[in-house]
Structure formats: structure tokens, C-alpha cells
């Protein structure tokens, strides 16, 4: 009997194992949720020429470009249309997951409508100040807002509830402010937010990490906390996060890829597999680094759980800030 057993289970192993490598794929692609040259595109060519130099796979990698919503044109379009194809990968940002938390991408979507497969990298959000403003630390700057949050002008690229809007509400929250009271001033984005911090128009800019280099190696900004986990590498080590300092304020702008929600399980753990092969290729890496992304791996069940755990949190801010029920 035992045999028997023995045999049977060997001859289960054996077909699972079949099955996860019997999928491959035809014609892929990677749709950019928006139009050429932004950051979907960004992350969509990471895909392709990450995948390419690694020598992950032969089949070349088509780039398709669906704009709409941040995300929310080509989610409808995979649940509505494509559910199930092994072969369309999409390309997701926190943006996306953002409008997704508020309802923004219909309200008879949400984030299990989606297989979360990889991730392309990361970037975080930076409080900065101009070189020559008052404050050197997160606390002196804490405490001036905290007399009068009205005297404080905030502003970054994205109107209210966009990701540098919460960037500007976490801050707010974990000084004890309450993100309503902030004055907060939108722009078209970093260039034109950065341009208002160096003209005096703002006193505060929640950037982004990957768009500051250049800004802070002119001198012409101070990078008072970085809001990222812990404490970046290279460049930017020197700089302490806001966790560090004792305020409850980080925000990591993802870029990942996803797939339709009927998609095979052989079909996503093939994915899931080129994307853990290509997170050890060096190759696959430096393309992430040149588009100024830190590598950030996570794929499969992980990131799934990483991704519904995050939309929750933003769902959670988003009520709080008073933008959703």
C-alpha cells in the first residue's frame, strides 16, 4: 500500500510539474497605461529590454500603449476583454492603485480583479526645502507647522488625491495635523513643483527620490527625510527617512506588472518564474537603475498579498482625508 502511495503522489509531483512548464507564451506584450513616454512606457521597456538582456526568454516583447485614468481604461479593458490571456501583462504604478483604493477604476472593480505577477522597481517620496530654508531636520520642521499649519504652503505635481497629495497628507497625519487644514498647491508636476520651491512659492515640495538627484547636487534643495522603509544606498544614504526621526510617514511608489484575473495558474507561475530569474541577472537590474528605479523584488503570491495589503492602507488614508465613504 505504501508503494502504491509512494507512486501516486510521485506521479502527481510529476504532473504538476508538467503543468506549471506547459504554458508558453505567444506573441506578449506589455500594455503602458497611457501615452508614449511616461512612466507606464517606462515600466513597460523595463519589462521588455530587462527581460531581453537577461537572456530570460527568446520571444520578443511587444509594447502596446492603452491611456486612460491612470490605469483604469486598460484594467476595465482586461477584465471586460482579455480575463483571461496568458500573454497581456499590464503595467500598474501606486498611481494606479491609488484610483483603484477610491473607486476611481468603477465601482464594481477592485484589486482581486488581478493577478499581481512582478515588480519593475521602486521609488519614494522626499520631503524637501529650498537650500537656504530655516529647518535641517524633519523636527524643526514638524514644529514651525505645527504653530501655524496655515503658514505652510505644500505643493507638488498631481491635484487632491493624487500620490504627491498623500505624500503631503501622511506628513501632515504624522505630525498630528490634520490634512485638511494643509494648504496644498497643485501643479502639473515634479518640474514644475520643484520651479515653485526654488521660486519661493512653496516652502515645502513632497517629491520623489528618482526626479531630485540632479536638485540636490546643484545645492539648490535640502532633502530633510526620505520616506522610504529604511534607509536608501548610494547616493542617497546619507539622508534619514522620516521613520527614522519618529513620524509614521513612507510612501513608495511601485511599478509592477499584472494579469487578467482568469488567468491560469500554469500562466502565472510561468510568469512569476521569469520574473525570479530575472531578478537574479545582473543585466536585468542595471536596466532597472538607468531609468533612476530602485530594485525592489517581489513577485507571485508575495507581491499579491503586498499589493492587496496596500490598497487597503491607501483606501483607509483616503477616507480619512475625507475623498471616498
Known amino acids: 500500500m505504501k508503494s502504491n502511495i509512494a507512486s501516486l503522489l510521485l506521479v502527481g509531483g510529476l504532473t504538476a510539474a508538467l503543468n506549471v512548464s506547459a504554458f508558453e507564451p505567444s506573441k506578449p506584450s506589455c500594455i503602458a497605461p497611457a501615452k508614449p513616454g511616461g512612466g507606464f512606457d517606462i515600466t513597460c521597456r523595463i519589462l521588455s529590454t530587462g527581460f531581453a538582456n537577461a537572456g530570460i526568454t527568446d520571444i520578443p516583447m511587444a509594447v502596446t500603449f492603452m491611456p486612460g485614468g491612470v490605469g483604469a481604461v486598460a484594467y476595465n479593458y482586461i477584465n471586460s476583454s482579455a480575463p483571461d490571456d496568458p500573454n497581456k501583462l499590464v503595467a500598474f504604478s501606486s498611481g494606479s492603485l491609488l484610483n483603484l483604493a477610491q473607486g476611481k477604476f468603477g465601482k464594481d472593480l477592485d484589486e482581486n480583479d488581478a493577478r499581481w505577477v512582478g515588480t519593475a522597481g521602486v521609488d519614494y ?154 531578478y537574479k541577472s545582473p543585466a536585468f537590474e542595471k ?14 503570491e508575495a507581491l499579491d498579498g503586498y499589493i492587496k495589503e496596500r490598497v487597503a492602507f491607501m483606501r483607509g488614508l483616503a477616507q480619512e482625508a475625507g475623498l471616498t465613504n
Request: proline share 5%; charged share 20%.
Open 287 to 300: 536596466v532597472i537603475v538607468d531609468q533612476n528605479l530602485v530594485p525592489f523584488n517581489m513577485s507571485g
Open 125 to 278: 517620496g522626499a520631503i524637501m526645502v529650498r537650500a537656504d530654508a530655516p529647518w535641517n531636520t524633519l523636527s524643526e520642521l514638524v514644529d514651525d507647522i505645527k504653530k501655524d499649519p496655515s503658514a505652510f504652503v505644500l505643493g507638488a505635481g498631481g491635484g487632491v488625491g493624487s500620490q504627491d497629495w498623500m505624500k503631503a497628507a501622511i506628513l501632515m497625519k504624522s505630525t498630528g495635523v490634520d490634512p485638511k487644514k494643509m494648504r496644498y498647491v497643485a501643479y502639473e508636476g515634479g518640474g514644475e513643483a520643484s520651479a515653485a520651491l526654488l521660486g519661493g512659492h512653496i516652502k515645502v515640495y513632497p517629491g520623489d527620490v528618482g526626479e531630485i538627484k540632479g536638485l540636490v547636487e546643484s545645492g539648490k534643495v535640502k532633502i530633510l527625510a526620505i520616506m522610504s522603509p529604511e534607509r536608501l544606498k548610494g547616493d542617497f544614504a546619507n539622508y534619514p527617512t522620516a521613520i527614522e526621526q519618529g513620524y509614521d510617514a513612507e510612501w513608495t511608489i511601485l511599478r509592477g506588472y499584472y494579469l487578467g484575473p482568469k488567468v491560469s495558474d500554469e500562466a502565472y507561475n510561468y510568469w512569476t518564474a521569469q520574473f525570479q530569474k530575472a
